[in-house]
């Protein structure tokens, strides 16, 4: 027999279980495949870079709903188109986007993947529109933002804080001595007593405080060396031990929720004596466009800025140095806070009395002043905009809102105090 027809003979001895073997591969073939097909079709995750998280960054600022509350021209662009589409040219000839784009528009696109829950663009990647929700759901997704914003803020916040115990009461130290002792240590940016009482205010003395300092590090530092004051031995704890240590006992480690969000998120800057009030704002958003009001403080160039959904240290670590353009920004100080506080709530008071607002601050008066008020539109005496000192040109801002959380949780009532 010759060798061919031999390796034929073979190919039929053994032909059933070349065909088993074969079955299974395919079937392994055809699963693979299948599986294959199924990562094709599902979107690849792609690393975006920093620019179109700040191009994503813009779109969430300009379409929130607050914004366009306010913001004639971009919602007149809105209801243009009864599906809220917005052409991205328009889009892009808008100052906040302008300056990011560089006239590459399809960083639009690449931003709507980052968040397709949000937005959506057209199939000609033409249009671009936020999808809207339910008025509710969007009221939720508010308060958990403005929760876990705060949250996270406090506990930052807490960890560059002491609490130190052990003060006499008889012979109360003021705060201005405190805070003589605790800046050898660095810079001290507030500085409470623990009063008995409700308010804090005007409670006895409870021989306690709490100091907030510009790092942890320092903090650490104080906790350590700072054991003793006026002959007195004083028990140190870092403040977020102690909140922590409170909570187990008082409400078996459960999260506090809140029932109001009042805390202002500012930052205190200086050295801004060369620009124009509004120069700083813009300024301050080149790296957060969400920027509520400024009030200058006592010195000259110095002032505080009102950031919206940010905090101040997360603003502040997106800064080289802690500067822009020479303009140096730092944690707000209680005085500062205080001042700030003070004129919103002057303000406030204003206009619900119907006395026109601040006006020469630029404010939009009230209910039976017009809309002026001293140097408020076609109110009282105008101001004389060619003033010299580009300091005293004034600007509008906003105010901070307040937002109900019902929950059978420990809750912290207001929060008010200092970042």
Request: include cysteine; proline fraction near 3%.
């Amino acid at each position: 027999m010759s060798e061919v027809a031999q390796d034929k003979v073979e190919q039929v001895i053994v032909e059933e279980p070349v065909v088993e073997q074969v079955t299974e591969a395919t079937e392994v073939t055809e699963a693979t495949e299948a599986v294959a097909e199924e990562d094709i079709a599902m979107e690849p995750v792609v690393e975006q870079p920093p620019i179109v998280h700040d191009v994503l960054e813009q779109l969430g600022a300009i379409f929130d709903p607050e914004n366009i509350k306010k913001d004639n021209f971009f919602r007149e662009l809105v209801e243009r188109d009864a599906g809220g589409w917005v052409t991205i040219k328009k889009m892009s000839m808008i100052k906040r986007f302008k300056q990011i784009l560089d006239g590459d528009l399809s960083l639009f696109e690449k931003a709507v993947t980052l968040a397709p829950k949000d937005f959506e663009m057209n199939p000609e990647k033409t249009q671009i529109r936020c999808i809207k929700k339910e008025v509710e759901e969007i009221q939720k997704e508010h308060v958990a933002t403005a929760t876990n914003v705060l949250l996270t803020h406090m506990q930052v916040q807490n960890k560059r804080s002491i609490y130190a115990k052990g003060f006499s009461v008889e012979k109360q130290p003021t705060e201005a001595e405190l805070k003589e002792f605790y800046s050898k240590y660095g810079r001290v940016v507030s500085l409470r007593l623990r009063r008995e009482g409700a308010s804090n205010r005007d409670g006895a003395f409870k021989g306690s405080i709490f100091v907030e300092f510009e790092t942890p590090e320092i903090a650490e530092k104080v906790v350590s060396e700072a054991t003793e004051y006026d002959g007195i031995t004083l028990l140190n704890m870092i403040k977020n031990d102690y909140v922590e240590m409170k909570k187990a006992e008082k409400f078996s480690g459960q999260d506090y929720e809140f029932s109001k969000f009042g805390h202002r998120h500012l930052v205190e800057y200086s050295n801004g004596q060369e620009h124009r009030y509004r120069d700083i704002k813009d300024l301050v958003k080149t790296v957060h466009s969400d920027v509520g009001r400024l009030e200058p403080l006592k010195e000259e160039g110095t002032g505080v800025v009102e950031l919206f959904k940010m905090t101040a240290e997360e603003f502040l670590a997106k800064l080289e140095d802690q500067q822009i353009e020479g303009i140096k920004f730092f944690l707000v100080s209680s005085e500062a806070r205080s001042h700030f506080n003070k004129i919103q709530k002057d303000a406030h008071a204003a206009k619900r009395s119907g006395r026109g607002g601040r006006g020469g601050r630029g404010g939009r008066g009230g209910r039976g002043g017009g809309r002026g008020g001293r140097g408020g539109k076609e109110g009282g005496r105008k101001r004389d905009n060619t003033a010299t000192d580009a300091n005293k040109i004034e600007i509008n801002n906003k105010r901070a809102r307040t937002v109900e959380v019902k929950s059978g949780v420990p809750t912290i009532a207001t929060v008010t105090k200092s970042e």
